[in-house]
């Protein structure tokens, strides 16, 4: 999950090789559950914010390839894996990848035709604030597609209140951070205040156990609990938790993905329009 305006040192997830990796295959694994209905016209442009490693962008660039897609992000470290995940998974794709903070985006009023944010706003101290300046780069009548996940619609089995802990403490250092993981459960008012009509939001959701081996290994194993472990020092620094209490909840939750466990999560994918004549963007 990535960031738009946060500096390096703000992405409470951290931006290692690590990271890099579970973004993708974060992206690879769901790519069928959350780029579900998104395809944009031939010729259309298309602006991804926050764009990260790249990881969403070769799903857009896949499923929408004669659109023209300019990816912006605020990480020069982030946009150069960007630019090696597209060159290597989609070789002469009509990519544009720019730095830019999306408070401050250098393009000209209604340049889009639609725009993409996936995993951004959950960074955001401001979100409903940062919604509203997009839509001066979208066109009246325009598209805005979100994506964000809910970390409090986690359920898993065998339940544990140590595993819940755990997660509990990366929630908390998101907030703490200026960021939000439950953002998902509040897309809908917070594209209405921000001035889009027609807001649609969809629950997508993930179900995960023994008999969807694929699911087990690439969303509880290497995309959710590997998000969750990636946080345990600042976790343990900042007296969150115990060690003891941290290696109990992390091994509860490795559980979920063995014989007889189950993991449930739910993202929720917003789909709003900039309204024509809708006046000037808060």
């Given amino acids: 999950m990535n960031t738009a305006t946060a ?12 990271e890099a990796r579970r973004l993708g295959d974060q992206a ?19 602006l991804e914010v926050g764009c990260g490693v790249g990881a969403q962008t070769v799903h857009l660039v896949a499923s929408s390839p004669q659109a023209h897609v300019v990816a912006v992000d605020i990480a020069e470290r982030s946009l150069a894996q960007a630019r090696s995940r597209v060159d290597a998974v989609r070789p002469g794709a009509s990519v544009e990848l720019l730095r830019a903070d999306l408070h401050d985006l250098p393009f000209a009023d209604a340049a889009f035709d639609h725009l993409f944010v996936c995993f951004v ?45 755990v997660i509990d403490c990366q929630v908390r250092l998101q907030a703490d951070a200026g960021g939000n993981a439950l953002i998902g459960r509040q897309l809908q008012p917070l594209l209405a205040g921000a001035g889009y009509i027609d807001v649609a939001v969809h629950p997508r959701t993930v179900y995960a156990d023994r008999s969807r081996p694929e699911l087990v290994e690439g969303f509880t194993g290497s ?37 007889g466990g189950t993991f449930h999560y739910t993202f929720f994918t917003a789909f709003a329009v900039n309204p024509v004549g809708g006046g000037q963007a808060r």
């Fill in 7 to 18: 500096p390096p040192t703000g992405y409470v997830h951290g931006y290692s090789e690590h």
């Fill in 223 to 259: 995309t959710f609990t590997a998000m969750v472990e990636s946080v345990r020092d600042e976790a343990l620094g900042t007296g969150l938790i115990t060690p003891t209490a941290w290696d109990r909840g992390i091994a509860d939750l490795r559980r979920t993905a063995e014989d």
């Fill in 121 to 165: 706003l959950e960074h955001l101290p401001h979100p409903e604030g940062a919604l509203a300046a997009l839509r001066r780069v979208l066109r009246p009548g325009g598209t805005l597609t979100v994506i964000e996940g809910d970390h409090g619609s986690a359920v898993f089995h065998p339940d544990s209140i140590h595993a819940r802990a």
């Fill in 28 to 46: 690879d694994t769901l790519a069928h559950l959350l780029h579900a209905g998104i395809a944009y016209p031939p010729g259309s442009r298309v």
